[in-house]
């Protein structure tokens, strides 16, 4: 038996991936191990999504170069499908790439990789294959990734997305139920569709369904009590998602939704399909729902052409907004993108005074947030504990981290509480997660 290590960089799409590509390689008859240094092959599934992502991959194969004597490396994931054969060229010991497309190809890979033989590469975009596995060694017993639609049809400036991932295919509403109640059946009770853009979601099948539709039902499925998507794209984000979320409590009244920029100009730069008010539309939306949905965000500073005037609409957005939560980012230059050609490049030390600002404003706001529950009772699952603090870590539904203590009762064990959803009044408030005590 063959030891494996598995290093996963990015988003949670990569993620799941590697729970599919982990379960592949346990039923072929490989070993998990916890280091690089136990594994007679190691693997790395890669983001490309930003320069930095790619160059900590280069790096941690260069790491490697010498010391991994007897060693067989393998590339997955976004930068195989990028760089695809120059991944030998940058990484000669490098054995095998293969983009996410290819993982249920990965047994015949694998012949070939114990044969001997070297360069081996899996880089088909199947427009026809939904890349699931026939096996997923997931990785959290209480909360399962899913994935409804894959690829991108979108054709934004700075994105390499649909060069890595190919164009939109979705699967059927009838095989998405199906392993929801499987993961129901299995123990699991939180749910996260993935997907590029899971809005753009269309059931293949005679049924038709759109995503709102999908995500209800799969909130109905026996035995699931939160059903969580990302991500979603503003153009294909319609009023019924509120509506699914306001009528059915199973679905987490929590929406991410990237804006990245409050500038209708960059907007239109960045082809992002969609201007400030009609994303401000959907903002209102959500503000009015019955239930109180958290919203939080992606932001790119520094796009080509982005002036102070743009930015400083980008704060005012922030303001207007208050957004849960936000990811930050400099506009990173990557191959194959329109916004390679554009002028108007800002410079390192722009992008990274303008980066600090959105985030300082940003740990103002989240902290104004955050105080707003001190006080509130907030339904919590148990995900870990802190043993520095002494503290249980839970999440709630609108995604927030909510760390608490609590005294065991006759009934439940200590550590039974694991996987449990508790009730937690907030005592404290931070920028970035809530403090409390168990009340049940």
């Not at 240094?37 to 790096?59: G, M, P, W």
């Not at 306001?246 to 990237?258: A, F, I, K, Q, S």
Request: net charge neutral.
């Amino acid at each position: 038996m063959k030891n494996f290590y598995i290093e996963t960089f990015g988003c949670q799409m990569n993620a799941h991936d590697s729970e599919k590509v982990i379960g592949t390689l346990i039923g072929e008859g490989y070993n998990q191990v916890k280091t690089p240094e136990e594994a007679e092959l190691v693997f790395y599934n890669t983001c490309s999504i930003r320069d930095k992502a790619e160059q900590k991959v280069f790096h941690r194969l260069d790491q490697f170069k010498r010391e991994g004597k007897g060693k067989k490396f393998i590339v997955l994931g976004c930068v195989a499908q990028q760089e695809g054969e120059r991944v030998f060229e940058k990484a000669p010991h490098v054995s095998m790439v293969c983009g996410s497309a290819s993982y249920n190809q990965l047994p015949q890979m694998l012949v070939q990789l114990e044969a001997g033989n070297k360069r081996i590469t899996g880089l088909s975009l199947d427009t026809e294959d939904t890349f699931e596995t026939p096996l997923t060694r997931r990785e959290n017993p209480h909360r399962a990734y899913l994935t409804i639609i894959e690829g991108c049809d979108k054709s934004c400036a700075y994105c390499v997305v649909p060069f890595t991932r190919g164009p939109e295919r979705s699967r059927t509403s009838a095989s998405v139920l199906a392993e929801s109640l499987e993961l129901s059946r299995a123990g699991y009770t939180e749910i996260q569709l993935l997907g590029q853009n899971v809005n753009s979601y269309r059931d293949p099948s005679p049924s038709g369904w759109d995503f709102a539709t999908l995500l209800d039902r799969v909130g109905c499925v026996p035995g699931i009590r939160r059903v969580r998507f990302t991500t979603s794209h503003p153009r294909d984000f319609v009023k019924p998602i509120i509506d699914a979320i306001d009528e059915n409590p199973n679905l987490c009244n929590h929406v991410h939704l990237p804006v990245q920029s409050g500038s209708t100009r960059i907007l239109n730069a960045m082809q992002r399909l969609y201007t400030r008010d009609e994303y401000m539309r959907r903002i209102e939306w959500m503000k009015n729902a019955r239930r109180p949905i958290a919203i939080t965000s992606d932001i790119i500073v520094g796009f080509p052409g982005e002036t102070e005037a743009d930015f400083e609409e980008t704060l005012g957005l922030l303001r207007e907004v208050a957004f849960d939560a936000i990811f930050g980012f400099k506009y990173s230059r990557r191959p194959n993108t329109p916004a390679l050609a554009l002028a108007g490049q800002i410079p390192e030390e722009e992008k990274t005074r303008r980066l600090t600002i959105v985030q300082e404003l940003q740990r103002e706001i989240q902290t104004r947030r955050n105080a707003a529950y001190l006080d509130t009772v907030e339904e919590c699952l148990v995900e870990g504990f802190n043993i520095a603090t002494g503290q249980w870590i839970g999440r709630t539904s609108q995604h927030k981290t909510l760390n608490f203590l609590r005294v065991a009762s006759d009934n439940i064990a200590d550590d039974d509480i694991l996987g449990r959803y508790v009730d937690v009044r907030v005592t404290r408030a931070g920028a970035n997660s809530l403090v409390g005590e168990c009340v049940n």
